[in-house]
């Protein structure tokens, strides 16, 4: 009896052991899963910055157009504002370190994209947060790398009674399929940078 006894226990304490290790197995697995996700938010994160702060820009130099009655009458010149194809001089880059460095990661490229005719960012980061200690060989205090694209979408076009050569005249636009109407004597101050263009992830 004593020696069944002893297998028991030999056999109940591998049990005990084998459980233990699949825990340790799953919490390491859970935990590269958890960073890799966290080192995707903050990819995510800093194209979306990136392009944001061009988004920006062109809202500007939209409402620049706005304060004056020569700026009122360069119906072209506005245009070039909304299809968001008017030259930009902001750091769309510095953005993007910067929502990089707020999610804990580190910013390890970002290069001007043009995606369908779309321009933005693509930006690439390193987590600063690993996976910590693990009982897995090779898994210890691994970090993530991750990539992602973001770009800046026109949502506007002239409508069709937008004779916007007289200053006096409100500028009708057509903005995601329904009419907005600015009233050049109000500076547009209403509007929103998400009103005339949208930012959004691509491929």
């Known amino acids: 009896m004593s020696g069944d ?8 304490g591998a049990v005990i052991a084998g459980l233990l290790f699949l825990a340790f197995a799953f919490f390491a697995v859970a935990q590269a899963g958890t960073v890799r996700n966290g080192g995707q938010t903050a990819a995510d994160a800093a194209a979306l910055g990136a392009a944001e702060d061009d988004r920006q820009q062109l809202f500007d130099g939209f409402l620049d157009t706005l304060d004056d009655e020569e700026g009122r009458d360069d119906e072209e010149g506005r ?27 580190d ?4 290069d001007p994209v043009s995606r369908e005719g779309d321009d ?8 600063r947060f690993d996976t910590g200690d693990t009982i897995i060989p090779g898994t210890d205090n691994k970090t993530a790398k991750a990539t992602a694209t973001a770009v800046i979408r026109p949502r506007c076009e002239t409508g069709d009674t937008g004779n916007t050569t007289n200053a006096a005249e409100e500028i009708e636009l057509v ?13 547009g101050r209403d509007l929103k940078p998400s009103d005339l263009f949208s930012v959004v992830l691509v491929e």
């Open 5 to 12: 006894a002893g297998q028991t226990v030999l056999l109940y």
């Open 79 to 105: 245009q070039e504002w909304l299809d968001a194809v008017a030259p930009l001089s902001g750091d769309g880059c510095g953005a993007a370190a910067h929502f990089a460095d707020r999610n804990r990661s």
């Open 107 to 110: 910013l390890l490229s970002c």
């Open 120 to 127: 933005g960012y693509r930006v690439s980061i390193e987590t």
């Open 175 to 187: 903005c995601g399929g329904e009419e907005l109407t600015i009233d050049p004597e109000d500076g």
